[in-house]
């Protein structure tokens, strides 16, 4: 089973401050999703990874294979921003995503 | 285009009874799976449907079922249930079962269980 493992846990920051979420992983997977989750449960998928460095607007994410270990990224960090930010697994089979625990970001005015 | 649709989006139930649950996938989307999401924990695998088949199980306990019509919409169904079974519950749909499809999430179904 792949083990999941997301920091920090919470994470408060001021607004426009560059903001780093990591996520780490065990075994192999097929990809590794970014997503996040606002409250009242709604989650949107920010991004899929299988190599290398994505770029959506303010959002970054990176994974390194070899290290096991993705990264996101938010330049320029707005209150909107606040949110649950989720990593999960795609591995080989049919069994669905392993999720990590989730960060808790809050961005303060 | 609609997104991915759930119904109903709050339910409250008493222990013993059981629920259904409805999802409707993306247009064009043939592959459904259902996440149970506790408050506080990240979502957990329960099931994965592709063209009416169950093609993926989690580890939750035979009270727990689903299934996949022709219209590729889905329904997850929970016999006897437990305080435990309080979650949100969310179906995320993509095109096909492979793993680097990506998936989209529904809004989710708050199931209180009392």
């Known amino acids: 089973k792949n083990e999941v493992e997301q920091s920090p846990q919470n994470l408060t920051a001021q607004e426009g401050e560059f903001i780093t979420i990591n996520c780490s992983y065990s075994?192999?997977?097929?990809?590794l999703h970014w997503l996040q989750q606002h409250p009242g449960g709604g989650i949107v998928s920010l991004f899929m990874?299988?190599?290398g460095k994505k770029k959506h607007g303010r959002l970054i994410a990176t994974i390194n294979i070899q290290e096991k270990h993705s990264s996101l990224h938010i330049t320029a960090s707005h209150p909107r921003d606040s949110a649950v930010y989720i990593c999960?697994?795609?591995?080989?089979?049919?069994?669905?995503?392993?999720f990590g625990k989730g960060t808790h970001l809050i961005i303060q005015p | 285009d609609a997104g991915v649709t759930q119904s109903p989006t709050h339910l409250i139930k008493t222990r013993g009874q059981h629920v259904t649950l409805r999802c409707s996938p993306i247009?064009?989307?043939?592959?459904v799976s259902w996440y149970q999401q506790v408050l506080g924990q990240g979502p957990q695998f329960i099931f994965q449907?592709?063209?009416?088949?169950?093609?993926g199980r989690g580890n939750f306990p035979d009270r727990f079922s689903a299934r996949q019509f022709p219209n590729y919409s889905s329904e997850l169904n929970v016999n006897a249930l437990l305080l435990g079974d309080s979650a949100l519950y969310l179906c995320?749909?993509?095109?096909?079962?492979?793993?680097?499809?990506?998936?989209?999430f529904g809004p989710g179904t708050r199931l209180t269980v009392l």
């Open positions: 995320a749909s993509r095109f096909a079962s492979v793993p680097y499809n990506e998936q989209f």
């Open positions: 247009s064009g989307h043939k592959s």
């Open positions: 990874l299988s190599s």
């Open positions: 999960a697994l795609s591995g080989g089979g049919a069994d669905g995503l392993t």
């Open positions: 449907y592709y063209e009416k088949e169950e093609r």
């Open positions: 075994v192999g997977i097929s990809a």
